[in-house]
Structure formats: structure tokens, C-alpha cells
């Protein structure tokens, strides 16, 4: 079946370290973007591309990096940088460049910092 | 039951019942206009969509209105099923591109039996 796919699931982190979050789609789909997900609030998107090998910053990109270096897979690492970072990461996707308004979403990754 | 948006968050209807769930878009210029259901734990399902150039749609069990004088959107869900318990979220988009998709934070629809 197509979809996206997001892993892990759960992840717990140490103060400091680095992590990266995986989303892979067989939609097809040219554009993919990371959201994050607080407790009672809405969505805010961190990065997105609308294709291979080009992204863009989102409303909240800092302490944040990804790469798109195939047109399934689009990565998000959450660095040391990032004060904040225990939430829920949402990967999506849509088709026709980032002009449509229809996202596909993953499960989600949760991620927890110790 | 009637929620009033982001003032209300959560919203509780008896099983069966028709529910409405409200909310208040903030940019005139918006021109499409989506609703997503989250259930715990999982990402955001895609319900139903509406065009700037509609008022009304209507989908299985579900329909969306569209008050642009009051920028002000609503989704219907006709006889309240135990599945419906979820949160709903709006979305608006502008000119068209996902990129300027903004997200209401949210309401949360429990169905009791």
C-alpha cells in the first residue's frame, strides 16, 4: 500500500545529543514536509522540500537540519541546538510540487529528551 | 453540541447525535480551506476540503461550511459514531501551496455512549 513511513515511533534522547527522525513515502509525491506537534496545539512546520536535493526553512527551523537527497526519503535531525525539542515530529507529503492544500501524513515519531 | 473554536477546545455530543465543530481562520486571503482528524497517537487524516469560491460540501456523514464574511469554517458530522472520537483540526492554505498551510490548535471530540 502506499504511504509514508516514519521510524522510530518512540525515541528517547540525552541532553546533547543528536537525532535524526526517517520519513519514506512510495506516494510518489515531489514535496515532503516536517511539522511539530506540542501538547494541545496545532501544527507548526519546521522544514519542507519540494524536491530532490532543495528545502526550505519553515516557521520554527532552528536547532532543526534535513536532507533530500532522494525523492523517497526525507530525514530530520534534531540537533543539540534545538532547546526544546521533546514533541510529536509529523512527516508529510503531497503531490503536484507543494501546490496542492492535501497532506498525507505519517504516524508520527515521539520524542523525548531525558 | 456546538464547539466555538480555539475558545472551546474540546467538545463532547451523545452517540448519534449531530455534532459541529467550529473554527475562525485568521487570513481573508485564504482560498482553500481542509479539514484533518487526529486520532491518538497517530498523524492527521485528511476529512474534507472546500474552495474560497464554495460555501458548502459535502462528503459521507460529513459536510463543511464556509462563512468568508466571517471567515468563519464549520464541520458537520451527522449521527456521532464512537470512531468520530478524535481531535479535528482546520487548516487554512493561501494562493494554493501547501507551504502557507496554517493549522488551528484543535478540538477535541469525545463520543459518549
Known amino acids: 500500500d502506499g504511504g509514508i513511513t516514519q521510524s522510530p515511533k518512540y525515541l528517547f534522547r540525552k541532553e546533547g545529543q543528536n537525532v535524526t527522525l526517517s520519513c519514506e513515502q512510495n506516494l510518489n509525491h515531489d514535496a515532503m514536509y516536517w511539522y511539530r506537534q506540542d501538547p494541545g496545539q496545532g501544527l507548526r512546520l519546521i522544514y519542507y522540500?519540494?524536491?530532490?536535493?532543495?528545502?526550505q526553512k519553515g516557521d520554527i527551523a532552528e536547532g532543526y537540519s534535513v536532507s533530500r537527497e532522494k525523492k523517497e526519503s526525507f530525514p530530520l535531525t534534531v540537533t543539540s541546538a534545538q532547546k526544546n525539542p521533546t514533541a510529536f515530529y509529523l512527516c508529510?507529503?503531497?503531490?503536484?510540487?507543494?501546490?496542492?492544500?492535501?497532506?498525507?501524513f505519517g504516524e508520527g515519531s515521539r520524542l523525548t529528551v531525558l | 453540541g456546538e464547539n466555538v473554536g480555539l475558545h472551546l477546545p474540546t467538545l463532547s455530543v451523545q452517540e448519534g447525535d449531530n455534532s459541529i465543530i467550529n473554527c475562525a481562520y485568521s487570513?481573508?486571503?485564504?482560498?482553500?480551506f481542509i479539514w484533518y482528524k487526529q486520532e491518538s497517537g497517530k498523524g492527521p487524516q485528511f476529512i474534507i476540503d472546500?474552495?474560497?469560491?464554495?460555501d458548502k460540501r459535502q462528503g459521507q456523514r460529513v459536510t463543511v461550511l464556509l462563512n468568508k464574511t466571517v471567515k468563519h469554517l464549520s464541520l458537520q458530522i451527522a449521527a456521532t459514531q464512537p470512531g468520530d472520537s478524535a481531535v479535528y483540526f482546520c487548516?487554512?492554505?493561501?494562493?494554493?501551496?501547501?507551504?502557507?498551510?496554517?493549522f488551528g490548535s484543535g478540538t477535541q471530540l469525545t463520543v459518549l455512549p
Open positions: 472546500i474552495r474560497s469560491n464554495m
Open positions: 522540500s519540494q524536491i530532490v536535493n532543495d528545502f
Open positions: 487570513n481573508s486571503a485564504s482560498d482553500y
Open positions: 487548516a487554512e492554505n493561501l494562493s494554493g501551496s501547501a507551504r502557507q498551510l496554517t
Open positions: 508529510a507529503s503531497s503531490g503536484g510540487g507543494a501546490l496542492t492544500g492535501e497532506l498525507f
